[in-house]
């Protein structure tokens, strides 16, 4: 089995460990040989990572703690705490900040790694607790709290997502009725004034056809039987197809 590369080089972790580990730590755990005990944790994600990076808390089986970050002992996973907590404060932000589905969703896509990390890191903290006693305790009710606060904010981001689309949704159907509306009014014009536009144009056309010299009431009688064929054509427009139900 090939040497984890991950573990600090200095460490010498019984082999029962280095065997559970592979050649990568894997998920976020604890695994406790012979008295020693081994918190794996993720770090923060980052956008399209596909490797999460490992950090490691090892007590050897003299009960002094070693970590893999800055620090010596357990200060290190306050510092691994207070990072994520930072990231929180920004994804807020980011929350307080989006107006828009596009802003929702770009949010969506960071807290979706980061909540699923914490619930784990959380998870694997209460196995630390149950294992190496009270001194987890703070971190894993920081960890806790830390993972029902990403939930919340993912929860309201998906939320003002679907809101979001249902409102821009509401518009667009607002503007597709307004859209018909208006062609429909734009139809009963054209039915209204269609038969003596129709007229018009063949009367107006340059050939001879005996009105030329009519008297004024002939004028009057042909726009007043196109208004009555415009009505008609109204009413085509306007009249409701019948339905026919079945008994």
Known sequence: MAQNIE??????????????????AGKQRVIAERGHILLVLHKP??????????????????????????????TGLDEYLDNYERI????????????NARDFFDLLEQLAP???SVQNMSKALQAAREVAGEVFIDSRD????????????????????????AKRAEEQAEMQKKALT?????????????PITAVASLLGMNIPHGL???ESWVFFAILGVCGLLGVFMRFLVLK??????DV
């Open 212 to 214: 030329e010299k009519s």
């Open 142 to 165: 920081k960890a806790e709290e830390l993972s029902r606060n990403i939930e919340l904010l993912y929860i309201d981001s998906k939320n003002g997502l679907d809101y979001a689309m």
């Open 240 to 245: 409701k197809p019948k339905v026919d139900v």
């Open 7 to 24: 573990i600090p080089p200095g460490w010498k972790l019984p082999k029962e460990i280095v065997r559970r580990l592979g050649s990568r």
């Open 88 to 99: 929180e404060d920004a994804l807020d932000e980011a929350y307080e900040k989006a107006v």
């Open 45 to 74: 994600p980052l956008k399209n990572e596909s490797h999460r990076k490992s950090v490691f808390f090892w007590r050897n089986a003299e009960g002094v703690w070693g970590s893999s970050e800055r620090g010596a002992g357990l």
């Open 114 to 116: 980061v909540q699923r």
């Open 182 to 194: 208006a062609g429909h009014r734009l139809n009963i014009i054209m039915a209204l004034f269609l």
